[in-house]
């Protein structure tokens, strides 16, 4: 039962991730491409924690919240230079 959800959930953040990436790629404008990454930094997230899942370990934990501070800030530093042209001031 649990290996079929845990199927399920990696073959929805990969259609998701897909679906993102067509965003990211298409986007209008610049803030529509910002949130395209910033929910594949989502996506991968799940698909990391998810794959841990199925392999029995907690070590994948660990480096899914390093991808989620490394995509928070990097989706930050991209939303400032965007409003105020640098990053730091």
Same mark, same amino acid.
């Given at each position: 039962?649990?290996?079929?959800?845990? !199927?399920?959930?990696? *073959?929805?953040?990969?259609?998701?991730?897909?679906?993102?990436?067509?965003?990211?790629?298409?986007?209008?404008?610049?803030?529509?491409?910002? /949130?395209?990454?910033?929910?594949?930094?989502?996506?991968?997230?799940? /698909?990391?924690?998810?794959?841990?899942? /199925?392999?029995?370990? *907690?070590?994948?934990?660990?480096?899914?919240?390093? =991808?989620?501070?490394?995509?928070?800030?990097? *989706? !930050?530093?991209?939303?400032? =230079?965007? /409003?105020?042209?640098?990053?730091?001031?």
């Amino acid at each position: 039962m649990i290996w079929g959800a845990l !199927v399920f959930g990696l *073959t929805a953040a990969v259609a998701g991730l897909l679906m993102n990436s067509w965003r990211l790629a298409k986007g209008p404008d610049a803030t529509d491409r910002i /949130l395209a990454s910033d929910t594949m930094v989502v996506n991968t997230i799940a /698909l990391i924690i998810l794959y841990g899942m /199925l392999q029995g370990t *907690t070590t994948y934990f660990e480096s899914a919240l390093l =991808f989620a501070m490394f995509g928070f800030t990097s *989706t !930050v530093a991209y939303c400032r =230079f965007l /409003l105020r042209g640098d990053i730091i001031e």
